[in-house]
Nanobody
Framework: QVQLVQSGGGLVQAGGSLRLSCAAS????????MGWFCQAPGKEREFVAA????????YYTDSVKGRFTISRDNAKNTVYLQMNSLKPEDTAVYYC?????????????????WGQGTQVTVSS
């Protein structure tokens, strides 16, 4: 079993920044990739960003490219999502996720464990 504990998030004005963190514990040995997803009110959960084990490969959904940065610190088993130039449409609950393997993926159903979710609210 792997546990993911998220921190960060909150309320910010449009144009502001937030950083989300997600710390993994438990059976985290071996290589794994991590991702971030979000779910806005009334919508399905959707992909935001993903990062490979080495950190050398990252994927982003088009709407956040140039504004969000995913990174990881394997020594701390932690993945981060730096969110800059936030917009009201970024308002959602954000979830981190983890899957075994080297290759990151944008597919929700390929992730094995999920964090508890954290609210991000961007006011206009």
């Amino acid at each position: 079993q792997v546990q993911l504990v998220q921190s960060g998030g909150g309320l910010v004005q449009a144009g502001g920044s937030l950083r989300l963190s997600c710390a993994a514990s438990g059976r985290t040995f071996g290589t794994y990739t991590m991702g971030w997803f979000c779910q806005a009110p009334g919508k399905e959960r959707e992909f935001v960003a993903a990062i490979s084990w080495s950190g050398g490969t990252t994927y982003y959904t088009d709407s956040v490219k140039g504004r969000f940065t995913i990174s990881r610190d394997n020594a701390k088993n932690t993945v981060y999502l730096q969110m800059n130039s936030l917009k009201p449409e970024d308002t959602a609950v954000y979830y981190c996720a983890i899957r075994r393997g080297l290759r990151p993926t944008t597919e929700e159903n390929e992730y094995d464990y999920w964090g508890q979710g954290t609210q991000v609210t961007v006011s206009s």
